[in-house]
């Protein structure tokens, strides 16, 4: 069984290669455990049991068993998904074609029928040209329906089929796709892609944490008219070598009724992004003005901020343990399978602060977000 | 100001307590501490398109 093992704090945190699980643990179980797995006889754990942590018999007994379940999930998790699998697909003349332009790259992208383009394209307008010609470039992304699934392929090569039921998954592995293509590398070059949104202010960023619906995006864009810029939404990307968060063009997507009280506080919102709305989700896009014309951007990550709005209560930022952060972060991150990636991830996360800031004032959250800014908190 | 301390220190631990509940493979509590297991997500994945609740 291939594993890393790093201290956090005063837990062990540790990473099991075959399934791709990670185990926050108590030092005293740790010790145990890890006997365990490295095939020490039973007997002799007993023993290690009462002679070092002062164990009756039962209590070593419960350990033992629970040492035995969790060897017995790592082996038997991450089960062979069957995937469906497509060959070549090739484009029709009354496809949607579009241009996607950033960072000096351009990617053909290619919608089988409209309710596809609906799905994926409203977030990338602002970067978009429509074409009529299959003009050739060099990565062209395929988006089609068939037979019911939605199949994702970059440059004749499939990479997937998702049903309508999972096209959150189809629309992370298009904006992975494209990031990848934006800024020629692939997925192995990625330490972890974090469900965030991140701002930044010269050369450090904050990246905002928290469930959908917990205010990151809103955060985000509030802080975009008080001399921040937002270097990303909903899909932050870290770079495996530099740690630093990378900017994606994904426009920050946010529900019509949180906008429209946005606007009334903060009147500059409407003249500084340009909207567009979705029927369908009632969501509204905000597009960063000439986003095409940029180039890739990257900051150092200053801190993560788990984030929570609520319409009452305290409006206040604290820092929280890293161990605590990393229990909300793994199971919402796709973070990096490859062995070296984890270990470089697990280092970020041990050196960065993270904090909780609550919030039900506006001018609370920029003021606290100054605090932290100017290293006052 | 003890009570308060451990009324917010029981808040805490609560709140923790859900996380695990909700995202944890694996968690207990035993003589030697506690363990929880986590596995990340499979895939890149964006936001679901209808926003749930709170942290």
Redesign the interface.
Known sequence: MEFIVKSIESKKVIWFQGANQYLIVDIPFYEVFIRFINGVEIDKLMLFCKDKYGLSPDDAKEILYCSKQLKLRLQNSNPKIQQKEYSKISSESDWLIYRYSFNFKEVNVQFSNNKLREIIHPKYIHISDKIDDNRTCENTIIVAEIEGWVTLSLNDKFIGAWTFDEIHLLQGKFSMVLLNCFNDVSDENWLAVLHASAIYKRDESIVFLGESGSGKSIASALLSVHGYKILVDDFVPIDAITKKVFSFPAATSIKEPMLKEMEAIFPQLGYTLVRFKDPKTKFKYLYPMGWSSFNSIQKVCKALVFIKYSRSGENKISKISKINALEYLIPDSWISPKQENVSVFLDWISTLPCYVLSYSDNEQLILLIGKLNRNEV | MMRKNKKKELQRELS?RA??KK????T?V??????????????????????????
């Open positions: 923790r996380c695990m995202f944890a493979k694996y207990a035993t003589a030697l501490g506690t363990f929880v297991l986590l596995s990340p997500k499979k895939a890149q994945a964006s936001s679901p398109a209808n926003p749930g609740g709170g942290f």
